[in-house]
């Protein structure tokens, strides 16, 4: 028998619910109804939107997932077989997994322990003359210290690039923390901030690429030049099936619209985890906001420092679901199934535990989390 049953809505509290606006509806019927349903005039319009609301410099394509902008992005920096990049050794493993199609060596860093984003200090023992690229994701949407990793990556010619999957809406010294690397990404999938049922945004600094990362999305064909009917629109690059179709731009576009008020209510939840949760074995990863940032809070996570498992149980008794989510990427076989000595992520690997933070969980559900974990287990 399974110990962690799979929460219902109409039965407690489940860990994730997604969120799609009422407005969703009625853009998707529409594009049902048109001529476009495949990637066509929504995706221009979401992505257009989408570069005016959270970005200055970057330009910015729709994909199919998160991953697709992951593996672009590698594939824009000139990552090539050999090649090692330092990455996080806590995150979703489709942060990773990119790298190895086109045989580049990830470099697993240790988490900051008050944040589980990647060590800036572990970053600077493990740079190497191989290495190309930093890649840095926001935890839970607790953005990481852009401007060190800037220092690093200037000092040592190297590409800085955000996965943002978890951090749409994050601010770092006063602007959107995705402003500040060479690439970024955001994952569109069910259960994240903005989602189109699945889906991704890559976002480049680097103008110049804008048109290949275009090319590279779609066959390595040069759409708008494939309408002239002419052989001089050659094939040069290997390219991929990674666009959005209209029918997720659409969903997107209605997302848009609530964005600010949708991370403001997620913010609001996580100050409340902060006013409520009082027990002394349990400790929040991160702030809801400091004098550096504003978290966009996807994630609730804390550290158990007695019997995470014991929690668990309690909480599902009490039909709460509660899990760890991710899970440290060097112990899988994909990519060595070897430990490494990461001090921080060995020390927190049987501690963190993810809280329900979403659009469906009330104030007076926080308090009641709270209230239970506080009564001890």
């Given at each position: 028998?399974?110990?962690?049953?799979?929460?219902?809505?109409?039965?407690?509290?489940?860990?994730?619910?997604?969120?799609?606006?009422?407005?969703?509806?009625?853009?998707?019927?529409?594009?049902?109804?048109?001529?476009?349903i495949?990637?066509?005039?929504?995706?221009?319009?979401?992505?257009?939107?989408?570069?005016?609301?959270?970005?200055?410099?970057?330009?910015?394509?729709?994909?199919?997932?998160?991953?697709?902008?992951?593996?672009?992005?590698?594939?824009?920096?000139?990552?090539?077989?050999?090649?090692?990049v330092?990455?996080?050794?806590?995150?979703?493993?489709?942060?990773?997994?990119?790298?190895?199609?086109?045989?580049?060596k990830?470099?697993?860093?240790?988490?900051?322990?008050?944040?589980?984003?990647?060590?800036?200090?572990?970053?600077?023992?493990?740079?190497?003359?191989?290495?190309?690229?930093?890649?840095?994701?926001?935890?839970?949407?607790?953005?990481?210290?852009?401007?060190?990793?800037n220092?690093?990556?200037?000092?040592?010619?190297?590409?800085?690039?955000?996965?943002?999957a978890?951090?749409?809406?994050?601010?770092?010294?006063?602007?959107?923390?995705?402003?500040?690397?060479?690439?970024?990404?955001?994952s569109?999938?069910?259960?994240?901030?903005?989602?189109?049922?699945?889906?991704?945004?890559?976002?480049?600094?680097?103008?110049?690429?804008?048109?290949k990362?275009?090319?590279?999305?779609?066959?390595?064909?040069?759409?708008?030049?494939?309408?002239?009917?002419?052989?001089?629109?050659?094939?040069?690059?290997?390219?991929?099936?990674?666009?959005?179709?209209?029918?997720?731009?659409?969903?997107?576009?209605?997302?848009?619209?609530?964005?600010?008020?949708?991370?403001?209510?997620?913010?609001?939840?996580?100050?409340?985890?902060?006013?409520?949760?009082?027990?002394?074995?349990?400790?929040?990863?991160?702030?809801?906001?400091?004098?550096?940032?504003?978290?966009?809070?996807?994630?609730i996570?804390?550290?158990?420092?007695?019997?995470?498992?014991?929690?668990?149980?309690?909480?599902?008794?009490?039909?709460?679901?509660?899990?760890?989510?991710?899970?440290?990427?060097?112990?899988?076989?994909?990519?060595?199934?070897?430990?490494?000595?990461?001090?921080?992520?060995?020390?927190?690997?049987?501690?963190?535990?993810?809280?329900?933070?979403?659009?469906?969980?009330?104030?007076?559900?926080?308090?009641?989390?709270?209230?239970?974990?506080?009564?001890?287990?």
């Amino acid at each position: 028998m399974n110990e962690f049953p799979i929460i219902l809505e109409n039965q407690g509290i489940p860990l994730f619910y997604p969120y799609i606006p009422k407005k969703a509806k009625k853009e998707v019927l529409n594009t049902l109804s048109s001529r476009w349903i495949g990637q066509g005039p929504k995706v221009e319009k979401f992505e257009k939107k989408f570069e005016k609301k959270f970005f200055k410099n970057h330009k910015t394509i729709a994909v199919g997932a998160g991953t697709d902008a992951l593996h672009l992005a590698y594939l824009l920096a000139n990552i090539k077989k050999n090649d090692e990049v330092i990455v996080p050794g806590f995150t979703c493993t489709a942060t990773n997994i990119p790298l190895l199609y086109i045989g580049a060596k990830p470099v697993f860093a240790d988490v900051e322990i008050n944040t589980l984003n990647i060590s800036i200090e572990d970053i600077k023992k493990k740079i190497s003359k191989k290495t190309k690229a930093i890649v840095c994701v926001d935890y839970g949407g607790i953005p990481n210290d852009y401007i060190e990793l800037n220092k690093i990556c200037k000092k040592n010619n190297l590409i800085l690039i955000s996965d943002a999957a978890h951090s749409l809406g994050s601010k770092f010294i006063g602007k959107y923390s995705c402003q500040y690397a060479d690439f970024v990404i955001f994952s569109f999938q069910a259960i994240k901030t903005l989602t189109t049922g699945d889906g991704g945004m890559l976002a480049i600094k680097n103008k110049k690429l804008y048109h290949k990362a275009k090319r590279l999305r779609w066959f390595g064909i040069d759409r708008s030049a494939k309408q002239k009917g002419i052989w001089e629109n050659d094939i040069k690059e290997i390219g991929y099936k990674y666009q959005m179709n209209d029918i997720a731009a659409s969903i997107g576009l209605a997302a848009l619209e609530e964005i600010d008020n949708v991370i403001k209510y997620r913010n609001k939840l996580f100050t409340l985890y902060e006013r409520y949760l009082k027990n002394k074995n349990i400790r929040i990863i991160g702030k809801a906001s400091t004098n550096k940032y504003y978290n966009s809070s996807w994630l609730i996570t804390v550290v158990v420092n007695k019997n995470r498992v014991g929690l668990m149980k309690k909480l599902r008794k009490h039909k709460v679901e509660s899990a760890q989510v991710h899970y440290r990427n060097d112990r899988y076989s994909v990519f060595s199934n070897k430990k490494l000595n990461l001090k921080n992520m060995n020390y927190i690997e049987n501690k963190y535990l993810v809280l329900p933070l979403h659009m469906k969980v009330k104030e007076m559900d926080v308090k009641n989390i709270c209230n239970i974990i506080n009564d001890g287990w």
